[in-house]
C-alpha cells in the first residue's frame, strides 16, 4: 500500500512535467504548425514538407506523452479514494502507482534528450578484440542483448552486414535501429564492453577477460543536411558470403563504399569503408551503405563539436570515444559501469536487454553536461 507522501509525489511531478514541458504552449504550436500543412502546394515541395510534418509529429509526442502522465496521475488518485471507501484492493493500488512513476520517469529522462541528433536512430557497430573464439563469442553476446533491448522497447532493427567468428560467435556487425530517439538512449552504449568470466572455450577451464568495441552513431535520416562529395566516391561490388539460399555466392549483391575522407578541422586523412550484405538488391544495398556513410560523417561532426564544447568548459567530464565503460562479471554476477557507478548482480537480465538502469544512470550524469 502506497502512502500519503507517494500519492503527492506523483501528483507533484505530473504537475511540473506540464509547467516545464509547456504543454499547453506546444498544443498551441502544433495547431500553428499544423495550419502551415493546409495550403495548396504543401506536397509540390516534399522534403520541406517531410521536415513539417516531423516537427508535429516531435511536438504531438510531448503532447501524448503528458496526457498518458496525466491519466496514470488522475487514475491513482481515484484509487486512493476507492481504497479508503473499501472498494479497492491494495495491490491494485501498488500497481496503479508503479505505472504512473514508470511513465512519469520515462517522460522525464526524455526530455533530458535536447540535442539535435538525440531524436534520431542509430547505427551501432559491435567489434571483437583481440582473443580470438572467446571475443568473437562476447561480441556476439553483445549483439544479442542490444537486439533484445530494442526489441523490448518497441524498435526496429536491421542487421546491415555480420561477419561470422572463425568457430563461434561474430567479428563484427553493424545493426541499423529505427524509431524516436534511440540514439539519445543508446548513445550511453558507445566504448569497450569488458568480460570476465569462465571460458568454455577453455580446456583448462581458466577465468579469462575479453573485450568488444560498440560504436554509436546517429541514423541521419533525408532531413539532415551532410555534405557528400561524389568525387572522394568509390564502389565494390562482391558476392555475399554465409546463410541466404541460392543467391548467395552466385549474385554480387553486396557492395562496399570507399570515401576518401579528411578532416577538416585537422587536415587528417582516412579511407572510411563500409560493406552492406543486408538485402539481394544492389541498388538497395548501396542506398543504405550511403545512409551509413551520411551518419558517420554527421558522428565526425558532433564528436568534434562535443571536443571543443569539453576544451571551453574546464572541469566538465567529456564522453570518452573508446574508452572502456562497462565490466560484465559472470562469476561474481556483478555488471558494472564504470562512468557512473551503476551496477546491478542481475547479470542474466542484463544479458537478456534489461539495460535502462544504466541508460537512466549515464543521462542523469551527462545529460546535463552535454547541454
Known amino acids: 500500500m502506497i502512502t500519503p507522501d507517494q500519492l503527492k509525489e506523483v501528483q507533484e511531478r505530473s504537475a511540473s512535467l506540464k509547467k516545464y514541458l509547456d504543454i499547453d504552449g ?46 496514470a496521475a488522475e487514475e491513482l488518485t481515484i484509487a486512493w479514494d476507492f481504497v479508503k471507501e473499501g472498494l479497492m ?46 571475443s568473437q563469442d562476447w561480441a556476439q553476446m553483445l549483439m544479442r542483448m542490444y537486439l533484445r533491448w530494442c526489441e523490448k522497447n518497441g524498435y526496429k532493427t536491421s542487421i546491415s552486414n555480420i561477419l561470422e567468428g572463425d568457430e563461434a560467435g561474430i567479428k563484427s556487425c553493424t545493426i541499423e535501429v529505427e524509431g524516436d530517439f534511440a540514439y539519445g538512449y543508446l548513445k550511453s552504449e558507445n566504448g569497450v564492453h569488458r568480460l570476465v568470466r569462465v ?14 568495441s ?6 541521419v535520416d533525408d532531413t539532415i543536411e551532410v555534405k557528400v562529395e561524389q ?23 553486396g557492395v562496399r563504399l570507399r570515401y ?27 542506398e543504405n551503405a550511403m545512409r551509413h ?19 571551453i568548459e574546464a572541469g566538465k567530464m567529456k564522453i570518452e570515444w573508446g574508452s572502456q565503460i562497462r565490466s560484465y562479471v559472470f562469476d561474481d554476477r556483478r555488471v558494472k559501469d ?18 535502462d538502469g544504466f541508460i537512466k544512470a549515464y543521462l542523469m550524469e551527462f545529460a546535463e553536461k552535454e547541454d
Open 293 to 311: 556513410l551520411r551518419s558517420i560523417l554527421y558522428e565526425k561532426e558532433m564528436k568534434h563539436r562535443l571536443e571543443e564544447q569539453a576544451k
Open 214 to 219: 560498440v560504436f554509436v552513431t546517429p541514423l
Open 338 to 355: 564504470h562512468r557512473t557507478g551503476f551496477q546491478t548482480s542481475d547479470v542474466g537480465g542484463v544479458m537478456d536487454g534489461e539495460l
Open 89 to 134: 484492493e491494495e495491490s491494485e493500488i501498488d500497481v496503479l502507482y508503479t505505472d504512473a512513476i514508470s511513465k512519469i520517469e520515462n517522460l522525464e529522462f526524455r526530455n533530458m534528450l535536447r540535442r539535435e541528433e538525440d531524436k534520431l536512430g542509430v547505427v551501432l557497430k559491435i567489434n571483437s578484440g583481440a582473443g580470438g573464439t572467446e
Open 231 to 253: 568525387a572522394l566516391l568509390s564502389w565494390d561490388t562482391f558476392r555475399s558470403g554465409g546463410a541466404g539460399g541460392q543467391n548467395v555466392n552466385k549474385v554480387e549483391s
Open 260 to 286: 576518401q575522407y579528411t578532416d577538416p578541422y585537422t587536415g587528417e586523412k582516412e579511407e572510411i569503408l563500409i560493406e552492406n550484405t543486408e538485402t539481394r538488391d544492389q541498388p538497395k544495398n548501396k
Open 26 to 71: 506546444k498544443k498551441i504550436q502544433v495547431e500553428e504548425e499544423e495550419l502551415r500543412t493546409h495550403v495548396p502546394d504543401f506536397w509540390e515541395h516534399p522534403k520541406e514538407a517531410q521536415v513539417q510534418m516531423k516537427k508535429i509529429k516531435d511536438l504531438q509526442q510531448w503532447i501524448t506523452g503528458y496526457a498518458e502522465v496525466q491519466k
Open 199 to 212: 571460458s568454455p572455450y577453455n580446456a583448462q577451464g581458466k577465468r579469462m577477460t575479453s573485450f568488444a
